[in-house]
């Protein structure tokens, strides 16, 4: 199966994708992870991306669809994938559209209040790309899997959220009607606990 998660950040797109993966089988790419992992290795691409993201904008489209078609040529894409974070903009769909064939987009609803309050509460750990809320950890600096140092994202700080958000709306909301006019739209609510909601995506992917 090879799958979108669509959504806002912090609608939970990460942390079902994940889950689900593994239940699966199948790998989730996440291109913000790819990024982060270009980033920390200070490669070429790593340097250009990090002034895009650390302002909450998204990195050119050329240069994430490069990234993503060589990710899909490794063998372990073969029996399916999971999308987390792309496509972003419609030119990034169209040229996924050219050598990818997509089964269906998961579309994970949440309102502005519960994303602005989930992203404020996020940490992350750099070690094991692990990602928390505050709400749910004895010591918000230590990660619960591996011990390392927990960080908060350069762009979870407010004001790059709110803008963050603005390009959701700008670029990436356009996705749900250009895949909901293709017929591979499948809704589902994004507030609420996670195991909820992980239910929630199952039924809305028709997996059992
Ligand atoms: P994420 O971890 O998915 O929230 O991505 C973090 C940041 O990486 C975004 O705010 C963008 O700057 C960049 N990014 C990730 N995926 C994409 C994409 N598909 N297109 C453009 N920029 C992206």
Known sequence: MNLIFLGPPGAGKGTH?????????????????????????????????????????????????????????E????????????????????????????????????????????????????DCNGTFHIKHLENASVCPNCGGKLVIRKDDEPETVLNRLNVYRRQTEPLIDYYRQKGLLRDANGEGSVDANYAEVLEALGIR
Do not use: W
């Open 17 to 73: 994708a994940v889950r689900l993966a593994q239940q699966l089988n199948i790998p989730q790419i996440s291109t913000g992870d790819m990024l982060r992992g270009h980033v920390k290795a200070q490669t070429r691409l790593g340097l250009e991306a990090k002034k895009y993201m650390d302002a909450g904008e998204l990195v050119p489209d050329d240069v994430i669809i490069g990234m993503v078609k060589e990710r899909l040529q």
């Open 75 to 126: 063998p372990d894409c073969a029996g399916g994938y999971i999308f987390d974070g792309f496509p972003r903009t419609v030119a990034q769909a169209e040229a996924l559209s050219e050598f990818a064939k997509i089964d269906a987009v998961l579309n994970l609803i949440v309102s502005d209040q519960v994303i602005i309050d989930r992203l404020s509460g996020r940490r992350v750990c750099p």
